[in-house]
């Protein structure tokens, strides 16, 4: 069984300029999620989908990061313009079922540099 | 979004020693604890989940879980330098996301 897929997994950027990252969950896997990994830190939620509709963005910074997930298949994360801060690995995750529930498994992960 | 905090590391034992990892969270409403292994550069890999109270037991690795004192941990018996990693603790948040803990990170000297 594929794994989760995730694209690029490097990525150096200057401040204010803009980036994209790609997932590819689970084939039947429901639920999706992106999380942001900032050094030394647990991963933090930034945004959930149940199927194409959005669960939860309660901590997505809506002025500068969007998501989507189209088709309820693979999603999209974005980020501009980046700055500093959102130096860190962005985690994408499926599972099975609904959100909260089972096994998260994760992508290898984007690991974004902000200069 | 709720708490989940765990033991300040690094945490180091000997090769052979029992690893004692704990976690406390602050929703009174979870059902649902994980503990995911993460090796440097590496993403997060499921090793236990636990539902309810008491002990589960798996291999070398038993988890325990206290709802009413709102505690969860992971015990590694006879560790291993090959487990030397962060863990970190997950807590499902109103049965629909979960929230993770910082992590501790633990190694185990040969």
């Known amino acids: 069984e594929a794994g989760v897929a995730q694209s690029p997994r490097y990525k150096i950027i200057e401040k204010r300029q803009s980036v994209a990252f790609w997932c590819n969950p689970i084939s039947g896997h429901a639920t999706l999620y992106w999380y942001q990994q900032i050094l030394g830190q647990g991963p933090k939620l930034l945004i959930q989908f149940q199927n194409n509709g959005v669960v939860d963005d309660s901590q997505l910074p809506k002025d500068r990061f969007s998501a989507e997930r189209l088709k309820g298949v693979d999603s999209t994360l974005k980020i501009q313009p980046a700055k500093l801060e959102d130096s860190a690995v962005y985690l994408c995750a499926s599972s099975l079922g609904r959100g909260g529930t089972g096994e998260l498994f994760f992508g290898e992960g984007s690991r974004l540099t902000v200069l | 979004q709720k708490e989940v905090e765990q033991n300040s590391g690094p945490l180091s034992v000997p090769e052979g020693a029992i690893a004692s990892l704990n976690c406390t969270y602050s929703?009174?409403?979870?059902?649902?604890f994980f503990w995911y292994r993460q090796y440097s550069g590496k993403s997060p890999e499921l090793i236990m989940s636990i539902y309810s109270n008491g002990d589960k037991e798996d291999g070398r690795f038993t988890a325990q879980l206290n709802k009413a004192s709102q505690y969860v941990s992971l015990l590694i018996r006879d560790s291993q330098p090959s487990d030397s990693a962060t863990y970190l603790c997950a807590v499902d948040e109103y049965g629909q996301n979960f929230v993770f803990g910082p992590g501790t990170r633990l190694s185990v000297l040969p």
């Open positions: 929703d009174r409403g979870s059902q649902s």
